[in-house]
Structures are given as structure tokens and as C-alpha cells.
């Protein structure tokens, strides 16, 4: 296992971290106690720091499981959790105000067995809530000490470049990192999520690596004829790109994210449903890839990234704006 630096703070994760949404039995189809501790050990074992739950996972078994099994030995892990979504229909239950912040980090330091949260996220925009209330939210509970450090998932670009500057204006705790989804065929991140966490100096963990499974390889015809079109001719592409290179699908997925260059800061989140597969998960990923085989998994899907980046973008503007395009090797990073 790998170590990266969150972002720009000075928290130090494993460069994967372990997605826990399929740890309990309360939905009919998690892993059971007994599974989950055995993923959980392994993941440990290869050297893995970073445990990604939620309080929705499992109805709160997620966040159970995780804290027994991290109870003894706290100081080895990350914890992460987050807050925002609820299973309860009440309208108080969810959402991302500072009501629900307070009461979502109490019954998740209850379910953990713990006195502090590593790092807090923001699970998804709930579209009411004022950010200053959000931030100021997130500071108070640094400084009675129950989160260490915050993140914002499934949020737009904008709210959270605006929660950067916010924060950073008034003293606040700033956001370490963006959760988003990301994969070889998912890439609407590098429209402008990618762009302002690179700006910015935000750290990147991203859900989804493998597409739910759809970019493992070995799908059998049933479950493929069951995806969305893209997929199946994405997933096609990237099986026979495996066989060229003799590397798996799941292998050149993997090292895609974690040894692109333009992604050394992206952390993938994966999950798994017993110990095999979570090892055999970190051994494919193990391993680095060439520029030529990453250039040409950056062909299998290019992300649209519409209006106004594909027309600032196009050769003709480029001209009238620089007169010598091709006397710049790549666009200048943008400033903060």
C-alpha cells in the first residue's frame, strides 16, 4: 500500500481507502458480521488506513461494524463518515443543516465507539441550507473536538469553491476534500470538479472506481446485457485493451486512477463482499502503467465537457487568443 496527503492538509491516508456501504445484513444484502471483519482485516493487513461509512449505510450497521472492529486499535485508522442522508421519513432526519449536523455526528460517535471522527463529510447538497450555517457548523464541532476534518460529497463545484473562500475569509475549518463518483467510463468530474480540487488544493476520493462492477472484467452475458448501453461498450473496450496488455480489466481501471498524472491526488474508494475479493482488488490495483497504456484508456471514453470549455478550448480561440498555440505546451494551471 501507498500513502498520500490529503489534498492540502497534513492528513495522511492509504491511496485506497475501504468503501464499507456493503457491510451489514439490515437490507437483505450486505455482508454479515462475520465478512465484514474479515474485509476489514485484510484491508488492514495490505497496509489500508482510510474506512469510508455513512450512518444511512445499512441503517447504521455500517458505522457498527466499523467501530468494533476499530475499538482496540483507533489510532490505526481514519475513520470516515459522514452526515446528510437518513433512512427516517420525519423531515428533521436528514439534510445538511446545522440541527441535523449536530444530531448525525452525536449518533455517530455513539455507533463508531468513539470520541472523534477523523474525517466528516457533507454527504450530498440538500438545495436549503445556507453554506455560513454549514460552516460554521463544521467549526464548531472542531472545536469541541468530536471532527478533525471535513470534506464536501456530491456537491457542485461552485458551492464548494464557495465554502473555500467562505471558509478561509472568516477563520473557519476549510474543506480538506471532494467525494465524487469517477471511473473510466464516469469522468463528468473533469468538467469542473477535477479542475477546482487541483486548484484549489482539495484532496479527491472518488466512489464508484469500478462501476458498480460493470469495469471488472469477466461480466458474465446476463448482468452485461443488463447495463446501460455505454457501459456495455465501454466495459467491451476495456476487456479487450486487458487482453493486449495482459493485465486485467480491473487492474487497468484501477492504475488508471492512481498513476495518472493528472491524478496524484485522487483516492478510490472500493468495496468488496468477502476477504478474496478485497484482495485480489489491492493486488490488481498494485502496479504502476505506462504512459502509452494510459493514453489509451484515456481514448476508451473522453469525457464531453461542453459549453464553455470545448469552444474556449478549440483550436480557432486558442489562435486568437495566444496567436501561437502550439508555443504552449498546455493550458496555464488556474489560479485559486
Known amino acids: 500500500m ?22 451489514g445484513e439490515t437490507k437483505g444484502w450486505g455482508a ?9 482485516s485484510a484491508f488492514a493487513d495490505a497496509g489500508g488506513v482510510l474506512l469510508d461509512t455513512a450512518p444511512n449505510y445499512a441503517g ?15 489510532r490505526d485508522f481514519v475513520i470516515s463518515t459522514k452526515y446528510t442522508g437518513s433512512g427516517a421519513a420525519h423531515v428533521l432526519a436528514g439534510g445538511n443543516s446545522r440541527l441535523s449536523m449536530t444530531r448525525s455526528v452525536e449518533d455517530s460517535l455513539r455507533r463508531l465507539e468513539t470520541d472523534h471522527i477523523d474525517l466528516f463529510w457533507l454527504h450530498f447538497w440538500d438545495g436549503t441550507t445556507p453554506l455560513h450555517e454549514i ?30 473562500t467562505m471558509a478561509e475569509g472568516r477563520g473557519w475549518i476549510r474543506p480538506a476534500a471532494i467525494q465524487i463518483e469517477y471511473n473510466l467510463a464516469s469522468r463528468d468530474a473533469e468538467r469542473e ?5 487541483d486548484a484549489l488544493d482539495l484532496g479527491a476520493v472518488c466512489w464508484g472506481p469500478l462501476a458498480a462492477g460493470a469495469l471488472a472484467g469477466g461480466a458474465d452475458p446476463k448482468r452485461r446485457a443488463k447495463l446501460p448501453p455505454h457501459l456495455t461498450e465501454i466495459a467491451a473496450k476495456l476487456d479487450a485493451l486487458a487482453k493486449q496488455t495482459g493485465l486485467s480489466a480491473s487492474a487497468l481501471a484501477l492504475r488508471w486512477l492512481l498513476r495518472h498524472p493528472a491524478r496524484r491526488t485522487l483516492v478510490p474508494l472500493i468495496g468488496a463482499r468477502s476477504a478474496e475479493q478485497i484482495t485480489q482488488t489491492l493486488a490488481a490495483a498494485d502496479g504502476d502503467l505506462g504512459a502509452e497504456t494510459i493514453a489509451a484508456l484515456d481514448a476508451l471514453a473522453p469525457p464531453a465537457l461542453g459549453f464553455p470549455h470545448e469552444m474556449i478550448g478549440s483550436p480557432y480561440l486558442r489562435k486568437l487568443a495566444l496567436g501561437q498555440p502550439e508555443a504552449f505546451a498546455a493550458p496555464r494551471k488556474p489560479r485559486a
Do not use: C, N
Not at 9 to 22: A, C
Open 2 to 23: 501507498r500513502y498520500k496527503l490529503l489534498g492540502g492538509s497534513g492528513l495522511r491516508v492509504s491511496e485506497i481507502g475501504l468503501g464499507t456501504m456493503t457491510f
Open 32 to 40: 454479515d458480521a462475520a465478512q465484514s471483519v474479515a474485509i476489514m
Open 60 to 74: 447504521g450497521e455500517s458505522e457498527k461494524l466499523v467501530g468494533a472492529f476499530t475499538r482496540a486499535r483507533r
Open 135 to 164: 460552516l460554521r457548523a463544521l467549526d464548531d464541532l472542531l472545536s469541541a473536538g468530536k471532527i478533525l476534518y471535513v470534506g464536501f460529497s456530491d456537491t457542485p463545484a461552485w458551492l464548494v469553491s464557495r465554502a473555500v
Open 193 to 197: 470538479l477535477l479542475p477546482m480540487a
